[in-house]
């Protein structure tokens, strides 16, 4: 969902169906509007924390398969020789030794 200036919310996009429960934690959009990241949690194996990041593409109208990560935000970076900014995804991701990463 979005909110255009008075006007009520848009929808945009479906959510990817997962199994079990899961909390929406986390909505971002890309500095350019092409972007637009969902991200929950719900509860996995041994009742341990899991990640469910859902990444939609406005251009192409589809999601990406669903990452296992925590939370997610976008950025802007002109790279060298570039003259234009590029869009960076940035996420967290619970390792197997069970520390968090950004990624």
Do not use: W
């Amino acid at each position: 969902m979005t909110f255009l200036g008075d006007t009520g919310p848009v929808k945009i996009f479906d959510r990817t169906a997962v199994e079990g429960l899961v909390s929406i934690i986390n909505y971002r959009i890309s500095a350019n509007g092409k972007f637009i990241v969902l991200g929950g949690i719900s509860a996995g194996p041994g009742g341990n924390v899991v990640g469910v990041l859902q990444i939609f593409s406005v251009d192409l109208n589809t999601s990406q398969p669903l990452m296992d990560a925590h939370a997610a935000c976008f950025s802007t970076v002109t790279l060298d020789g570039r003259s234009t900014p590029s869009n960076l995804l940035c996420f967290t991701k619970l390792q197997e030794d069970q520390q968090m990463r950004v990624c």
